[in-house]
């Protein structure tokens, strides 16, 4: 793909999306796209017809083919034979399988699949397209002119991807500049360029810089992931003390207007821990983001961090008095795009992504997330992390 996404406008982006729409979603065959580590990012209506298994239950994840091809031995099977033709080739054609729907009907099906590669080599995704066939004609080849519309089918999925990854690429950049200036302005105002400032001013200052740099942080990471095709970005751990995550909380929500009231409570009790500072604000500011957002007209919010001795973590909690979240939906919470239903007058605007987000966030920490919650009583959500061990104590300060 040539030119810079810099040079096209609006109406054509339009147009990529509405053609990507009828490809997939329009198309006569199951198309599906997976990511480097294997969980599915696109399953396409056909895909659903199929399989009985709708999108929302399929994407962002990989347990789908242990749905569909529940016996272990045959799976572990078709993987060694998919990896082993993909390490000589970039595409498979006529790949058969029999599978089990979601009513428990055997099908068999063909695919073929295209690796998709970054400008390094490495695999980033991977395309499959298939079909039902007839048990009957499973060793049938898949004629000259059917097999030229999939390619070219393939080849349009491509262009769509690597279209939107530049164009993605192309508004982070954007959104990322004005940053620099408003850092560096904030910085020389403070260290007065332009004059004496009030004490007031100074911390409001110092709010906007620790929130631009946070935001900056965010975008890097976007930035570096699309780089690196799609790979997780490495977290930079190191030796957090509770005190300084808690002064620079403070610092962040220095007289935030959230537009309501909300009180929010720091407390903390002396230990560290090991984290990538800039993910666990990035975290922690997406939990308070709800707490706020799911609640009425005032919320109390309490953010603590204190150690647990007994398998050496130290817990970050945040607790509101918000709506709280339905006994059935606990175990969603931290699912893609799920956003509760609630008879409460709070918009249901966003995609659901903030807590999923979290999680991963967490998770790429070596840490773990939880929730307590009960309807119209409030939630805590609970995050643990690897206590920084020093001859196997944890450390405190004194």
Sequence with gaps: MTGNISDKNPDEFGESLDFKSWVIDGASVWIHVNDENGKIVLWN???????????????????????????????????????????????????????????????????????IKNRDGRVIRSIAIGKVIDPSTRRKSVSSEEATRLQVKISELEKIIASENEYLS????????????????????????????????????ESIMINAESMKTILDDVQGTLSAGFQKVTPNLTEIKASDLISDLRKIYYKANFGKKVDIVFGY??????????????????????????????????????????????????????????????????????????????????????????????????????????????????????????????????
């Design 45 to 115: 209506k056909k895909a659903e017809e199929i399989t009985g298994w709708k999108p929302e239950e399929v994407v962002g994840g990989s347990d789908i083919w242990k749905k569909l091809i529940p016996n272990e031995s045959d799976r572990a099977r078709i993987y060694t034979n998919l990896d082993s033709i993909l390490s000589d080739s970039d595409t498979i054609n006529d790949y058969h399988a029999e599978l089990v729907t979601k009513s428990g009907e055997k099908k068999n099906v063909s695919w073929d699949l295209r690796a």
């Design 170 to 205: 192309f508004i982070t950049h954007e959104l990322r500049n004005p940053l620099v200036p408003i850092i560096g302005y904030s910085d020389m105002i403070r260290e007065g360029a332009f004059g004496e400032i009030s004490d007031e001013l100074d911390k409001a200052l």
């Design 269 to 398: 009790e002396d230990c560290s821990f090991t984290a990538d500072k800039f993910k666990l604000i990035q975290v922690i500011r997406n939990i308070i983001f709800n707490s706020v957002k799911y609640s009425g007209a005032r919320v109390n919010i309490l953010v603590a961090v204190s150690p647990e001795l007994a398998d050496y973590t130290a817990v970050i909690s945040v607790t509101d008095d918000g709506i709280g979240i339905g006994e059935d939906n606990i175990a969603k919470i931290f699912d893609k795009n799920f956003q509760e239903n609630s008879k409460q007058d709070t918009p249901r605007s966003g995609q659901g992504m903030g807590l999923y987000i979290a999680k991963n966030l967490v998770e790429s920490m070596n840490g773990s997330i939880s929730v307590i919650s009960r309807k119209g009583e409030g939630s805590t959500f609970s995050i643990a992390l690897p206590a920084a061990v020093r001859n196997n104590t944890l450390p405190s300060e004194k």
